[in-house]
C-alpha cells in the first residue's frame, strides 16, 4: 500500500525557518517524481515545488521561489522541504504527492498533510 | 502570469448529471496541458479522479469522466450521489515545468 506521511509542522515566527519531511513506503520511492502542494486555511489547492525521481531537477512556484528548497533522499525514502524566510502567507497545510513523472504530470497518490501556522 | 479558471460553485440534483470546467485566463486548454482533477473533502486529502484530460484513476467510479469541452478541461459526473457533495479542483500542467491549480468548485447535491 502507498503511504505517504508528513511531519514536520510547527509554529513558526515570521521569518523563521522550518523543514518539513514526507516519508515514503509501499513503492519504489526512487522511480517516482515528487510534489508539495499546500493549502491555506479555507482557501485552494496550490502547487509549489516538484523534484526529479534522481533529484536533479527542481521547480517552484513563483511565490515560494529563492525562499523554499525541495529535496529527497532516496536511500532513506524521504520528500524534505526546507522553509525560509517565512511569512504569514505561508500559513498552510502542507502535503506531498507522488508523480509518475514524464507523460504523465498528475499526483496519483497525497499524503494527510501537516500544518504549519506562520504568526508572532 | 497564468490563472486557471473554475466555477466557484455549482449544484446538482441527485441522480443528475452536471459539468465542471477549467479554463484559461489566455488561451485554450488541450490535452497538452495534462488536466487532472481532484476532490476535497473537509479536513481530507485531495482524491485523485482523473488525469491526462480522460483516464479515470484507479477505484473511481465511472460516473465521473473527464474531458475537452470547446477551449476548457472538463468533469462530469453522471448520476449524481449526495456523497459527491465536495470540493473539485483541476490542475494544469505548464510546458515551463509547474503545476497550477484553478480555484475550486463546491459543489452541492440538493
Known amino acids: 500500500e502507498v503511504q505517504l506521511v508528513e511531519s514536520g509542522g510547527d509554529l513558526v515566527h515570521p521569518g523563521g525557518s522550518l523543514r518539513l519531511s514526507c516519508a515514503a513506503s509501499?513503492?519504489?520511492?526512487?522511480?517516482?517524481?515528487m510534489h508539495w502542494v499546500r493549502q491555506a486555511p479555507g482557501k485552494g489547492l496550490v502547487w509549489i515545488s516538484r523534484?526529479?525521481?534522481?533529484?536533479?531537477?527542481?521547480t517552484y512556484a513563483d511565490s515560494v521561489k529563492g525562499r523554499f528548497t525541495i529535496s529527497r533522499d532516496n536511500a532513506k525514502n524521504t520528500l524534505y522541504l526546507h522553509m525560509n524566510s517565512l511569512r504569514t502567507e505561508d500559513t498552510a497545510v502542507y502535503y506531498c504527492?507522488?508523480?509518475?513523472?514524464?507523460?504523465?504530470?498528475?499526483?496519483?497518490?497525497w499524503g494527510q498533510g501537516t500544518l504549519v501556522p506562520v504568526s508572532s | 502570469q497564468t490563472v486557471v479558471t473554475q466555477e466557484p460553485s455549482l449544484s446538482v440534483s441527485p441522480g443528475g448529471t452536471v459539468t465542471l470546467t477549467c479554463g484559461l485566463s489566455s488561451g485554450s486548454v488541450s490535452t497538452d496541458y495534462y488536466p487532472s482533477w481532484y476532490q476535497q473533502t473537509p479536513g481530507q486529502a485531495p482524491r485523485t479522479l482523473t488525469h491526462?484530460?480522460?483516464t479515470r484513476f484507479s477505484g473511481v467510479p465511472d460516473r465521473f469522466s473527464g474531458s475537452i469541452l470547446g477551449n476548457k478541461a472538463a468533469l462530469t459526473i453522471t448520476g449524481a450521489q449526495a456523497d459527491d457533495e465536495s470540493d473539485y479542483y483541476c490542475?494544469?500542467?505548464?510546458?515551463?515545468?509547474?503545476?497550477?491549480f484553478g480555484g475550486g468548485t463546491r459543489l452541492t447535491v440538493l
Open positions: 490542475v494544469l500542467y505548464m510546458r515551463s515545468g509547474v503545476w497550477v
Open positions: 509501499g513503492f519504489t520511492f526512487r522511480s517516482y517524481w
Open positions: 491526462s484530460t480522460n
Open positions: 523534484i526529479s525521481s534522481d533529484g536533479s531537477s527542481t
Open positions: 504527492a507522488r508523480d509518475l513523472g514524464t507523460d504523465w504530470y498528475f499526483f496519483d497518490y
